[in-house]
């Protein structure tokens, strides 16, 4: 496969307002994405795009970019405004639109930016078509342009958000609601800062919202699924009976029991397996999908239930295409991304709140005590910075300490050396039964690493 130049594993990221963040590259990708969809068609019909955005100040001259580019190409343009990523994904398939754009960087500051490519079902767009759009629009020339009454026109959709919120409600069973519940959630001044309380709400929750005064600058600063001190300390106070936090996209969620303490991502993920196979959502021998970073001690669990746990490269798109690929029905990260097929096409922090309510109410058990069931093996995590990526597997010395450390962690535990797709780091991981053994087990490996690279 060619190199990728503009994407990465989610979409195109980067500084906003400095390449390839640009609104030049914006209009470039939207006559692109145009183009692609209309020859896929077969015909000359106008391809209909669906923008959405989170709320960075920079997507307004984001999103204005990219439909002038659809519109250049005669295609047809539907904003949503601020919407989650999940929800833009949803309206993509409902509307029957050709693709689907959402503006956002997810987790990162104000100031990036990235845009993420739907296609008519709700799916991310596959490497393949993506290094297709790359080659569109470094080389322009390529697409003729329109011209005259051929050229398109773009409108914004009122109520969209609706849309989505009856979509996400459905997801929870008929016969449980929120009703006396008393939940916070952190919309993380982002997207989902109406859609998110409102649901809650209209199931019957008594709702503390945090985050939801974006003024284009805010969006995930001290707040949110990497910031949760505030809704821990919130939650205890309050005593309220959960907590959640959303990121600036809303794909993902960080769950606080009610004693303002954080529920691990794979924690999470092993609590929906053991509910959805316990309601027949779930079958013995099926597969639950993880990524290599996902905890070993969640794999054993997911083991222990009958079932079967398959990792792919981090990313949710990846866990995706193996769960399309493989009729799955539940995949997710650590990072707290979690699919359920059934319902969504991407990750959804939305909708795994209501699916951790429902677990709490299927088995009348608190989700700190759920989450007590599944033993995670210490974990850690290092980066160092490096000169050059040489290929791992020819750094003599670093596979020999992978093969000693291998042997001293016995079969149970793991080492995942990989390098950063945005910087340059190397980036360590190691888990095992023991917690010191694991810090010096990764601390050797950083120092192989350090002579090698550095």
């Known amino acids: 496969m060619s190199e990728r130049k503009l994407f990465g594993t989610d979409g195109i990221r980067g500084k906003a307002n400095i390449y390839p963040m640009t ?6 990708l939207g006559r692109a994405v145009t183009y692609y969809f209309q020859k896929k068609s077969g015909n000359e019909k106008r391809p209909l795009v669906i923008v959405g955005k989170d709320t960075r100040l920079s997507c307004y001259m984001l999103e204005q970019a990219f439909a002038s580019g659809v519109c250049s190409q005669g295609g047809k343009v539907i904003f949503t405004g601020p919407l989650p990523t999940p929800g833009v994904a949803f309206v993509t398939n409902s509307m029957r639109a050709d693709a689907g754009v959402m503006i956002s960087a997810s987790h990162n500051n104000f100031d990036d930016n990235g845009i993420k490519l739907f296609d008519a079902e709700g799916f991310k767009l596959p490497d393949e078509v993506e290094l297709i759009l790359e080659d569109l629009v470094l080389n322009p020339e390529k697409i003729l342009p329109k011209t005259g009454g051929d050229i398109g026109r773009a409108k914004r959709l009122e109520g969209v958000d609706g849309r989505y919120i009856v979509h996400v409600k459905t997801a929870l069973a008929h016969e449980y609601d929120l009703a006396g519940m008393r939940v916070v959630v952190d919309c993380a001044n982002g997207a989902s800062y109406k859609v998110a309380p409102m649901v809650l ?16 600058e805010n969006i995930n600063l001290n707040c949110g699924s990497l910031h949760t001190e505030l809704a821990c300390t919130e939650v205890s106070k309050l005593r309220a009976d959960i907590g959640f936090c959303l990121d600036g996209d809303a794909d993902r969620i960080q769950v606080i029991d009610k004693n303002g303490e954080v529920i691990d991502g794979d924690k999470l993920i092993g609590i929906m397996a053991k509910s959805m196979l316990a309601k027949g959502e779930l079958k013995k021998g099926d597969t639950v999908v993880g990524t290599v970073m996902s905890n070993i001690g969640l794999e054993l669990y997911i083991q222990s239930l009958g079932l079967k746990f398959h990792r792919t490269k981090v990313g949710d798109r990846y866990i995706m295409e193996f769960m399309r690929d493989n009729g799955s029905k539940l995949g997710g990260e650590p990072s707290g991304h979690i699919i359920f097929f059934d319902h969504a096409t991407t990750g959804d922090g939305t909708l795994a709140a209501l699916k951790t309510v429902e677990a709490t109410k299927f088995f009348e058990k608190e989700i700190d005590e759920l989450a007590s069931e599944i033993d995670l093996f210490p974990q850690i995590l290092k980066n160092i910075r490096v000169g050059e990526k040489r290929p791992l597997g020819e750094l003599k010395d670093l596979q020999a300490g992978i ?26 991981m190691v888990e095992g039964e023991k917690e010191k053994e694991v810090n010096q087990i990764c601390d050797d490996l950083i120092q192989i690493l350090k002579k090698e690279l550095g």
């Open 23 to 28: 609104s030049e590259v914006a209009t470039a």
């Open 201 to 216: 709400s209209e199931l019957g929750a008594e709702v503390f919202s945090l985050g939801v005064s974006p003024n284009g």
């Open 403 to 428: 093969v000693e450390a291998n042997k001293k962690l016995n079969g149970k535990g793991r080492v995942v050396i990989r390098y950063s797709g945005t910087e340059s780091l190397a980036r360590v």
